[in-house]
């Protein structure tokens, strides 16, 4: 099974919390019926990314980075490469490249789906990333590294975040959720 064809297998098999989701949920999926190369970040102006968000064991930490180009803080992610099998590896492959961690406990049912601009990333002009999203719990003790695609990667706790999109704060709550 290609790339395109999981994507379009867990999309269509996932059920979406809110109507804002199924909207988004349907949205993908048309991009995707449309667009047999919409997995990858040649295809222009929106294309899908994979990303993970971390929780520590307890649920009360998040595992954040500060991503270069945007210069804010954001759940580990990024584009689809052509050696992913699944869009759930994707997003894990991103979470370990970018935090450090070897070690995850990977929930591989999508958790949100985000679609959001991104003005630095193709020089044609600006791109959407429909961004399936999905969480992990790092085991106790885990060392955390910085990526060179970030700034700095640190645990945040709950009470403490940093300036976070609304979506972000969802997301965190569903980890939470899941792993409680």
Known sequence: MSLHADAVAVLSGW?????A?????????????????GMYRAHFPDHLTAGVLVVDTTGEQVLLN??????????????????DATLAGAALREGREESGL??????????????????????????????????AQAPEGANHATSDESLEVRWWPLHGLPDLEPAMHELIAIARRRFA
């Open 66 to 83: 500060l991503h270069r180009k945007a210069q804010r803080w954001f759940a580990f992610g990024g584009h689809c490469e052509p050696a």
């Open 102 to 135: 070897t070690e995850l406990r990977f929930d591989p049912e999508p958790a949100q789906l985000d679609e959001h601009p991104v003005p630095f990333c193709d020089p044609r002009g600006m791109v959407h990333h429909l961004d399936v999203r999905y969480v």
């Open 15 to 19: 059920t979406a919390p809110s109507r």
């Open 21 to 37: 989701q199924e909207e988004l949920r349907e949205r993908y999926l048309a991009h995707l019926h449309g667009a047999p190369d």
